[in-house]
């Protein structure tokens, strides 16, 4: 598991809250990258960082926004939550080279 | 819009059996990979295939590139329990793989 993670992995939220995911890497990735996984699919990407302060948005970045303020430390934030975003949510990071490692993975539900 | 679609939805097979599974994606590409999900589990890698090379292997995984039909294939040798996941053929057109597009997956089962 190439030493990202994710947290919490659990979280239920109340509809119109903020919430902040954390997903943080010891592998000194320049690249790292937030997606959603929701049942029987594969995953959309919200939000990638290619650097510390270098952020784009994704296919599905609605309601969300990042921040990375250190090489190892990638922050998603939702900053409503709506129950459209009940999710499992997916941190990833790579070298630039072709192989992305991902984390463990944040259930969110919002009630 | 989904680049990478993989067929069957859903595979079940007998343990010692071969599995395949196919993707199939709309634009030309740079690499095509394939990762495997165990239930509840953030995604492995498994093969990278870039988009001049036709065939890879690793362990008891071959998968197949043809860029002229724009689809891949991925074949799991003398399956194990283990193997069952759900497996996802991931897309870029750019330099950062974490930038793929996913399909919606496989799911395999392989029975004791």
């Known amino acids: 598991d190439a030493g990202i993670t994710q947290s919490p992995r659990h979280k239920v939220t109340e509809t119109g809250t903020p919430v902040t995911l954390r997903c943080h890497q010891t592998?000194?990735?320049?690249?790292m990258y937030w997606y959603r996984q929701d049942p029987g699919h594969g995953l959309r990407l919200i939000h990638y960082?290619?650097?510390?302060?270098?952020?784009d948005k994704g296919e599905v970045s609605d309601g969300y926004s990042v921040s990375r303020s250190k090489t190892e430390d990638f922050l998603l934030t939702l900053e409503s939550a709506t129950s459209s975003q009940t999710s499992v949510y997916f941190c990833?990071?790579?070298?630039?080279?072709?192989?992305?490692?991902f984390g463990q993975g944040t259930r969110l539900t919002v009630v | 819009s989904q680049q990478g679609e993989e067929d069957p939805q859903a595979l079940s097979i007998q343990e010692g059996e071969n599995a395949t599974m196919n993707c199939s994606y709309k634009?030309?590409?740079?690499?095509l990979q394939w990762y495997r999900q165990n239930s509840g589990r953030g995604l492995v890698h498994l093969i990278l295939?870039?988009?001049?090379?036709r065939e890879k292997h690793s362990g008891r995984l071959r998968v197949t590139l043809d860029t002229s039909k724009k689809s891949s294939s991925l074949l799991i040798t003398a399956s194990r329990a283990a193997d069952t996941a759900s497996y996802f053929c991931?897309?870029?057109?750019?330099?950062?793989?974490?930038?793929?597009?996913f399909g919606d997956g496989t799911t395999l089962t392989v029975k004791p």
């Open positions: 295939i870039r988009s001049n090379e």
């Open positions: 634009t030309s590409i740079n690499n």
């Open positions: 960082s290619y650097g510390v302060k270098d952020t």
């Open positions: 592998e000194n990735h320049r690249y």
């Open positions: 990833a990071s790579e070298t630039g080279q072709g192989e992305a490692f």
């Open positions: 991931a897309t870029d057109v750019g330099t950062n793989a974490g930038k793929s597009t």
